[in-house]
C-alpha cells in the first residue's frame, strides 16, 4: 500500500482489511490486460455481515456505510492483486452496486454514493467511475449492499 493511501485511510478511521475469500465457486478478481475485474463484495465490518433491507428495516445513513465497507473490501481485492503495491492501481473504472431494499425505495443512487465518496476521499484523481446503481429485492446472506469493480492496473 502507498503511503498516501494508507493516510487517507487513517484519516477516515479505517484499515485496509485482508481481503475476503471467496464464498462460492468463483474467483475474488480476474486480470485481463490492464484491467482487473473484481467480484462483488458483499457489506460486512469486524461483527459480520451488515444486513438490512433499505426503506424498511435500514435507512440511507445506514446504507451508505455499508456501501463504505463494499468499497473498502473491492480496494483490499485490488491490494492482493497487486500483490500489497497499491501503486499499480491507475483508475477506479466502474462500480456496479445492487441495494437490497423494498420496492419503493429509489435512493439506491445515494446509498452507492457511499463508495464512490469512499474511492473520491482514498484515491483522488484516479476515483471518478461509470456506475450503476440498482435496487434488487434481496442479496447474499441479507446483505443491505453488494458492489462489484473494474479497475485499471500496471
Do not use: W
Amino acid at each position: 500500500m502507498t503511503p498516501e493511501i494508507q493516510a487517507r485511510l487513517s484519516d477516515l478511521g479505517l484499515e485496509l482489511p485482508a481481503a475476503p475469500a471467496p464464498a462460492a465457486n468463483y474467483v475474488s478478481f480476474v486480470q485481463t490486460g490492464d484491467l482487473l475485474h473484481v467480484s462483488g463484495q458483499v457489506a460486512a465490518d469486524a461483527s459480520g455481515f451488515i444486513i438490512g433491507k433499505l426503506g424498511d428495516s435500514m435507512d440511507v445513513d445506514a446504507g451508505v456505510a455499508a456501501a463504505q465497507r463494499c468499497a473498502l473490501s473491492l480496494l483490499a481485492q485490488v491490494n492482493a492483486a497487486c500483490d500489497g503495491d497499491l501503486s499499480r492501481l491507475k483508475r477506479v473504472v466502474k462500480l456496479g452496486g445492487f441495494v437490497n431494499c423494498t420496492s419503493d425505495f429509489t435512493d439506491q443512487p445515494k446509498v452507492i454514493n457511499g463508495a464512490s465518496d469512499f474511492f473520491a476521499a482514498v484515491l483522488g484523481d484516479a476515483a471518478p467511475h461509470a456506475r450503476s446503481a440498482v435496487g434488487v429485492s434481496s442479496l447474499p446472506f441479507g446483505v443491505a449492499v453488494e458492489i462489484d469493480g473494474i479497475f485499471q492496473i500496471d
